[in-house]
């Protein structure tokens, strides 16, 4: 039996979504703890985009 690579990938995927899926929860709450509009928390950013060349 042969192991793939996506096979060998499968549980980085998961741990990386799963934790995803537990920020947006806590984001979600906070949202709802301050009553403020979860699109408002989404469009967010840490830093401005920036273009280089």
């Given amino acids: 039996m042969s192991y793939?690579?996506?096979r060998a990938s499968l549980p980085?995927?998961?741990l990386g979504l799963s934790a995803l899926s537990s920020?947006?929860?806590?984001a979600s709450a906070?949202?709802?703890a301050g009553?403020?509009?979860?699109?408002?928390?989404?469009?967010?950013r840490l830093?401005?985009?920036t273009v280089s060349g």
């Avoid at 920020?23 to 806590?26: I, M, P, T, V």
């Avoid at 009553?35 to 967010?44: E, F, K, P, R, T």
């Fill in 4 to 6: 793939s690579m996506s």
């Fill in 12 to 14: 980085a995927f998961k």
């Fill in 23 to 26: 920020l947006l929860d806590k």
């Fill in 30 to 32: 906070f949202c709802a």
């Fill in 35 to 44: 009553n403020i509009d979860d699109a408002v928390v989404l469009q967010s």
């Fill in 47 to 49: 830093a401005p985009d």
